[in-house]
């Protein structure tokens, strides 16, 4: 299973970037996927999942929308209004079934970061 985020970028403050989060491989269900974000000198914090119900860290609630296209396996973060608090590298997660048994629980897989810098 490989998780392969993209769609990062410079921006500045106020503008907008849409990740994207395709997963491949052996998957028999999708449980939710996530996004992360990791900023120099701070830990990895949850930005955003979607899964039987979607959730958002209080700092983008507004401004950010998770979304997913189940058929292509395939997870969105949608970023208006970005301020300079919201650079990082951003990570995609993935809940799901590859079949392994026994089954790995929680967010197991995850996708090379992609970086996201935004100019005051």
């Known amino acids: 299973v490989q998780l392969q985020a993209s769609g990062g970028g410079s921006v500045q403050a106020g503008g907008s970037l849409r990740l994207s989060c395709v997963a491949s491989?052996?998957?028999?269900?999708?449980?939710?996927m996530a996004w992360y974000r990791e900023a120099p000198g701070k830990v990895r914090e949850l930005v955003a999942s979607?899964?039987?119900?979607?959730n958002y860290a209080d700092s983008v609630k507004g401004r950010f929308t998770i979304s997913r296209d189940n058929a292509r396996k395939t997870a969105f973060l949608q970023m208006n209004s970005l301020n300079p608090e919201d650079a990082g590298v951003y990570f995609c997660?993935?809940?799901?079934?590859?079949?392994?048994?026994?089954?790995?629980?929680?967010?197991?897989?995850w996708g090379r970061g992609t970086l996201v810098t935004v100019s005051s």
């Open positions: 979607k899964g039987s119900s979607t």
């Open positions: 997660a993935a809940d799901l079934d590859d079949g392994s048994l026994p089954r790995r629980p929680g967010y197991a897989y």
């Open positions: 491989g052996n998957i028999l269900r999708i449980n939710s």
